[in-house]
């Protein structure tokens, strides 16, 4: 079939796919155990429903401006105020459909053909086709001391004439990890210097442990004119447990963002005005829900990183924030699609495979779930894994058979 370059390039949405994968399963009523997932299980907070709903009633849901309405606008610079102290206006806020829009229209906005941008590894599965979309050239940056924090020196060295933009994404999906607040300084002042795009991807800023504070960007950064190539991405979908909603957000200079607009305007018009009430709602509601959501999944990361502890064979970096711990299980296969396979194959537990997220033999496993599903799916793991373990486990009143050594 004569499709375009672009679309046989870009591949589907593994964690969508894996998503459709554990749905299936499920409906045949197998028990399957979801260490997959990128979204927290928590309700929406009530005034997001009752900002929409209130909309929904009155049975006019009409189109927005490209760029949001301005309600939401003036939550996002109220937000912008309180979690960045900085002041901006209405132009420079976009709001978009979830943060993977306001990326993705940025990127669009900024990169022409050929041109790169820089991200360090492991990275969010969506930035490589993003820059393929583009038709630009996503270049991942591995650590080299084999940590997932990122030095400057090493984002430095493969930075040449084609980068046009770095995407940070801090605390990093899948790692966890959250970079310090010497890296961040680095990274905006190398930017300022080099003048190149600075994304700053904060969609996890606030589900961060151990007593950490979110980390500001725009203290390190000089260049707080209309000239600033510094843009923050945010949203409600993770914080406020709203992904189904699909409201995010950027914050950029005034051209930037009327690029981005204009751009927004012809793929598919200003996100829908319901979900931009709710988000209005959310933002500007009762925010106890925020650390409510914070202390469950701190709580949910001691006891998995208890468990994986206790998994003779498996690497485990303490994650600083997010809902997900990326564990090296190379010690039991190198090709972590293959394990990831084995696991749903075997055990029905599903598990992100480390390469799509740029790290070969790592498995992605998510701890938004409840305390049940991350002991037990771990504990199958260990079952299908270890070849000590007893020939037969019960699941429920179903009896899986150990047939590989
Ligand atoms: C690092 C990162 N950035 C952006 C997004 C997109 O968020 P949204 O649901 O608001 O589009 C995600 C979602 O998984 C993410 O993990």
Same mark, same amino acid.
């Given at each position: 079939?004569?499709?375009?370059?672009?679309?046989?390039?870009?591949?589907?949405?593994?964690?969508?796919?894996?998503?459709?994968?554990?749905?299936?399963?499920?409906?045949?009523?197998?028990?399957?155990?979801?260490?997959?997932?990128? %979204?927290?299980?928590?309700?929406?907070?009530?005034? /997001?429903?009752?900002?929409?709903?209130?909309?929904?009633?009155?049975?006019?849901?009409?189109?927005?401006?490209?760029?949001?309405?301005?309600?939401?606008?003036?939550?996002?610079?109220?937000?912008? %105020? %309180?979690?960045?102290?900085?002041?901006?206006?209405?132009?420079?806020?976009?709001?978009?459909?979830?943060?993977?829009?306001?990326?993705?229209?940025?990127?669009?906005?900024?990169?022409?053909?050929?041109?790169?941008?820089?991200?360090?590894?492991?990275?969010?599965?969506? $930035?490589?086709?993003?820059?393929?979309?583009?038709? /630009?050239?996503?270049?991942?940056?591995?650590?080299?001391?084999?940590?997932?924090?990122?030095?400057?020196?090493?984002?430095?060295?493969?930075?040449?004439?084609? *980068?046009?933009?770095?995407?940070?994404?801090?605390?990093?999906?899948?790692?966890?990890?959250? $970079?310090?607040?010497?890296?961040?300084?680095?990274?905006?002042?190398?930017?300022?210097?080099?003048?190149?795009?600075?994304?700053?991807?904060?969609?996890?800023?606030?589900?961060?442990?151990?007593?950490?504070?979110?980390?500001?960007?725009?203290?390190?950064?000089?260049?707080?004119?209309?000239?600033?190539?510094?843009?923050?991405?945010?949203?409600?979908?993770?914080? $406020?447990?709203?992904?189904?909603?699909?409201?995010?957000?950027?914050?950029?200079?005034?051209?930037?963002?009327?690029?981005?607009?204009?751009?927004?305007?012809?793929? *598919?018009?200003?996100?829908?005005?319901?979900?931009?009430?709710?988000?209005?709602?959310?933002?500007?509601?009762?925010?106890?829900?925020?650390?409510?959501?914070?202390?469950? @999944?701190?709580?949910?990361?001691?006891?998995?990183?208890?468990?994986?502890?206790?998994?003779?064979?498996?690497?485990?970096?303490?994650?600083?924030?997010?809902?997900?711990?990326?564990?090296?299980?190379?010690?039991?296969?190198?090709?972590?699609?293959?394990?990831?396979?084995?696991?749903?194959?075997?055990?029905?537990?599903?598990?992100?495979?480390? /390469?799509?997220?740029?790290?070969?033999? $790592?498995?992605? @496993?998510?701890?938004?779930?409840?305390?049940? %599903?991350?002991?037990?799916?771990?504990?199958?793991?260990?079952? /299908?894994?270890?070849?000590?373990?007893?020939?037969?486990?019960?699941?429920?009143?179903?009896?899986?058979?150990?047939?590989?050594?």
């Amino acid at each position: 079939m004569s499709l375009s370059q672009i679309a046989k390039t870009i591949s589907a949405s593994p964690t969508l796919k894996l998503n459709e994968k554990a749905a299936i399963l499920r409906e045949k009523g197998d028990p399957v155990i979801h260490l997959g997932g990128g %979204e927290p299980k928590s309700k929406a907070p009530m005034d /997001a429903i009752i900002s929409a709903v209130s909309n929904l009633n009155s049975a006019e849901v009409r189109y927005t401006p490209a760029e949001g309405i301005p309600a939401l606008k003036k939550s996002i610079i109220r937000y912008t %105020e %309180e979690f960045y102290d900085r002041k901006v206006a209405p132009e420079n806020v976009i709001a978009s459909g979830g943060a993977k829009q306001a990326i993705m229209v940025a990127l669009q906005a900024i990169l022409n053909q050929q041109e790169e941008v820089i991200y360090p590894a492991p990275y969010w599965v969506s $930035y490589p086709e993003m820059a393929k979309l583009c038709g /630009a050239i996503g270049v991942p940056v591995l650590p080299e001391d084999g940590s997932f924090y990122p030095r400057i020196q090493d984002i430095e060295q493969r930075v040449g004439s084609y *980068t046009k933009a770095i995407i940070i994404n801090s605390p990093n999906n899948p790692s966890g990890a959250m $970079y310090s607040e010497e890296f961040i300084s680095d990274i905006v002042s190398f930017c300022e210097k080099k003048d190149i795009w600075l994304i700053m991807d904060d969609i996890y800023h606030r589900l961060i442990f151990d007593g950490r504070k979110p980390i500001n960007c725009y203290k390190y950064a000089k260049n707080l004119t209309e000239t600033s190539k510094l843009i923050v991405v945010n949203g409600v979908s993770k914080q $406020y447990a709203m992904t189904g909603f699909r409201i995010g957000w950027a914050v950029g200079n005034k051209k930037v963002i009327e690029a981005m607009a204009n751009i927004q305007g012809h793929q *598919t018009s200003g996100p829908s005005v319901v979900l931009q009430k709710a988000a209005v709602g959310a933002l500007n509601g009762i925010q106890s829900g925020v650390e409510s959501l914070r202390l469950t @999944l701190e709580n949910n990361r001691n006891v998995m990183i208890d468990y994986l502890n206790s998994f003779e064979g498996v690497r485990v970096t303490k994650p600083d924030g997010t809902f997900y711990c990326f564990a090296d299980f190379s010690n039991y296969n190198k090709s972590s699609n293959k394990l990831s396979e084995f696991l749903i194959d075997k055990v029905m537990v599903l598990t992100v495979p480390g /390469a799509e997220f740029g790290m070969e033999g $790592y498995l992605r @496993l998510s701890y938004c779930g409840t305390i049940k %599903e991350i002991t037990e799916g771990i504990e199958r793991m260990k079952w /299908a894994l270890d070849p000590n373990s007893p020939n037969e486990l019960y699941i429920g009143d179903r009896k899986l058979v150990r047939d590989w050594s």
